[in-house]
């Protein structure tokens, strides 16, 4: 697929005609999102201090999503705009001099290594609906097994391509679509697809491109087998990369005054075209793993995709109370892969918390949340949840590695008044490990959204 602005401009012309038919005025809706972002990242044992981090912005999050119009198939169009302004950029992006703090976590950087004013970006849907099916061209913000986008900062990750859904058959889902690029949560430029291990091609100099594709390739569904149980599978594809196949199991059970909700998830990922050979490793198409060592100790590290996934995930809700437990077991020799262009990502995977993923080659995590709601005692919109997550086995060229995170989230929302809806969240996060940075890291994150149509 070749998509270019001039099929958007087709499609949106074809709108224009029929805009006042139908649905496609009197069904749209639109908001703006206000959201004030602070985060601040105190990893230790580094040197100068150089790795901490504490930026503070002010984000204005617009969409508009309108109806459709008339007729057998009905046509409409989605917009997204997106803003942040910087409050505090975070540092003089000199660890050798002035404000030592590293910028860059929520906002792009200038050329002189600082953090930028402001940045925007924005994005046009065009969208067809017959019967059941929806076809859409444009921005995308697909959240599935095998691609999710990210929101974990102060402005959102747009992707660009095109998808289509449908709900043709009762209690079946399907969905396929191709992704091009992305525009990263803090940047705002298009950029092609990757994984974490990419690099440049061997010998290249340092400002030589990084090594990425614009085909990514997905399709499944979601299969309701009852209304308490659903069946998933999921196809994903980046070109030059990796082949990935994912199989999950939803269920509900009524147990005593409580639920158990149950959540069983596999992934299969393997290489494809370049990362399968050497010569295209040395082109830059690798992952990131470790693939053992040779007779004389060195670290092999061929860089090809082969991974296995397997989580279990249960959670058992009761009144106000609700506790989780779940573990995670990777084989293979390379790292879990997903889309991932080292700005911000987000992969489907049961251990992707607020600083770590652990989804290294090897690794098994055990993990455990509690969650209260303090609702039935007096104080209606405020919730907590602690999470603490222990990964080990992670293969290294110097033996088993181990890391931990524990995490502690407060949610307050009003309920009532002229500012009813205004949220308040306050995120803290502690990792350590022999594999990873000492980090502590704070969010404080007000948000609140105005309904315009």
């Known amino acids: 697929m070749n998509k270019s602005p001039l099929v958007l401009a087709v499609a949106l012309a074809a709108l224009g005609q029929q805009a006042v038919a139908g649905g496609f005025i009197e069904d749209s809706k639109s908001t703006l999102t206000l959201r004030n972002y602070y985060y601040n990242l105190?990893?230790?044992?580094?040197?100068?201090n150089d790795s901490?981090?504490?930026?503070?912005?002010?984000?204005?999050?617009?969409?508009?999503?309108?109806?459709?119009?008339?007729?057998?198939?009905?046509?409409?169009?989605?917009?997204?705009?997106?803003?942040?302004?910087?409050?505090?950029?975070?540092?003089?992006?000199?660890?050798?001099?002035?404000?030592?703090?590293?910028p860059g976590q929520l906002f792009p950087l200038d050329s002189d290594g600082k953090a930028v004013d402001d940045y925007s970006k924005a994005g046009v849907t065009a969208k067809l609906r017959l019967s059941k099916t929806e076809a859409r061209l444009g921005t995308l913000q697909p959240k599935l097994p095998v691609v999710t986008f990210n929101d974990g900062r102060l402005l959102p990750q747009l992707f660009e391509g095109g998808q289509i859904?449908?709900?043709?058959?009762?209690?079946?889902?399907?969905?396929?679509?191709?992704l091009e690029h992305t525009k990263t949560r803090s940047s705002t430029d298009d950029i092609g697809l990757r994984i974490a291990g990419?690099?440049?091609?061997?010998?290249?100099?340092?400002?030589?491109a990084i090594a990425d594709s614009n085909k990514?390739?997905?399709?499944?569904?979601?299969?309701?087998?009852?209304?308490?149980?659903t069946a998933q599978y999921y196809y994903g594809n980046l070109e030059d990369f990796y082949k990935q196949h994912f199989v999950g199991l939803l269920h509900n059970w009524a147990i005593g005054p409580g639920v158990l909700k149950s959540d069983l998830r596999y992934f299969d990922?393997?290489?494809?075209?370049?990362?399968?050979?050497?010569?295209?490793?040395?082109?830059?198409?690798?992952?990131?793993?470790?693939?053992?060592?040779?007779?004389?100790?060195?670290?092999?590290?061929?860089?090809?995709?082969?991974?296995?996934?397997?989580?279990?995930?249960?959670?058992?809700?009761?009144?106000?109370?609700?506790?989780?437990?779940?573990?995670?077991?990777?084989?293979?020799?390379?790292?879990?892969?997903?889309?991932?262009?080292?700005?911000?990502?987000?992969?489907?995977?049961?251990?992707d918390r607020q600083i770590g993923k652990f989804q290294n080659a090897g690794e098994r995590t055990w993990l455990t949340e509690y969650s209260y709601d303090f609702a039935k005692v007096g104080a209606p919109g405020l919730k907590a949840i602690i999470t603490y997550l222990s990964g080990d086995n992670i293969d290294s060229a110097t033996g088993d590695k181990q890391?931990?995170?524990?995490?502690?989230?407060l949610d307050y929302t009003l309920q009532d008044g002229p500012l009813k809806g205004l949220g308040f969240s306050w995120r803290n996060a502690t990792q350590r490990g022999n594999f990873v940075a000492d980090s502590d890291e704070n969010r404080v994150i007000l948000s609140y959204t105005l309904t315009l149509l």
Do not use: M
């Open 42 to 48: 105190n990893s230790k044992n580094t040197a100068n």
């Open 52 to 102: 901490e981090a504490s930026e503070w912005g002010q984000g204005f999050l617009f969409n508009y999503a309108s109806g459709f119009t008339e007729g057998t198939v009905g046509a409409g169009v989605d917009v997204v705009g997106l803003l942040g302004v910087k409050l505090d950029g975070g540092g003089d992006g000199d660890a050798n001099v002035g404000d030592r703090r590293k």
């Open 165 to 178: 859904t449908s709900t043709e058959i009762d209690n079946l889902t399907l969905i396929g679509g191709q």
């Open 198 to 208: 990419a690099n440049r091609p061997t010998g290249s100099p340092a400002t030589a």
């Open 216 to 229: 990514f390739y997905y399709a499944g569904g979601d299969y309701k087998l009852t209304k308490d149980l």
């Open 269 to 351: 990922s393997n290489s494809d075209g370049k990362n399968s050979s050497v010569a295209g490793r040395a082109e830059g198409y690798r992952s990131s793993g470790f693939y053992g060592v040779t007779g004389a100790g060195a670290p092999i590290t061929t860089g090809e995709v082969d991974n296995q996934a397997w989580s279990a995930f249960f959670t058992y809700t009761l009144g106000s109370h609700a506790l989780s437990a779940g573990y995670q077991a990777l084989s293979g020799d390379s790292a879990f892969p997903f889309l991932n262009q080292g700005d911000g990502s987000t992969a489907y995977l049961i251990t």
């Open 403 to 409: 890391e931990w995170e524990r995490d502690f989230r």
